[in-house]
């Protein structure tokens, strides 16, 4: 867990495991947890079939502040976190465009995995529909829950691809980039995200 001191596992019990998890849930704000959850919740949307109506319900009364197999999800905001499912979903044809457009020639978001795909799908919907978050505060946010599932250059590539968006449709909120602004491509590392605001 990543801000933690190692322990080995003979070293760990379950009740500090237990409360470690569940200091973790509670340090997520409930905005950070709904954009979790829409991610998760989009990802799930898009193996199983389900649609918004069946994710809604079964993201808020299952996994939204509860605990499953062991994992503790955080709380979320649910107005915000249905806003952002329905908005998402209902945009999609809109933001898969301005991905398109964001990402390499010769990777469009068909081709980028699932996880990352929602992850993207999310960020932009806020960056191109939610004009009352902050671009660079949103960008943040999708580039954090990208650590959430990936290790390697995702988290850098959310922000590349993220921050080309937001230079398209909100030009006045992030700065210029360094060296000429080249397209996002594949996976691969990007610059530091900005700070919340």
Known sequence: MTGTTETRPDDATPDSADSAAQETARAISPRSGARLAVVQALYEMDISGKGVLDALAEFEAFWIGQE??????????TAFFRDLLRGTVEEQRAIDQKLDQALAQGWPLRRIEIVLRAILRAGAYELLFRPDVPAPAAISEYVDVAHSFYTADEPGLVNAVLDRVAREVRPGEVSAPKGGGKAAGKPGPGKPAPKKA
Do not use: Q
């Not at 499953?68 to 905001?77: F, R, S, Y």
């Open 68 to 77: 499953v197999d062991g994992i503790v999800h955080p709380k979320a905001e």
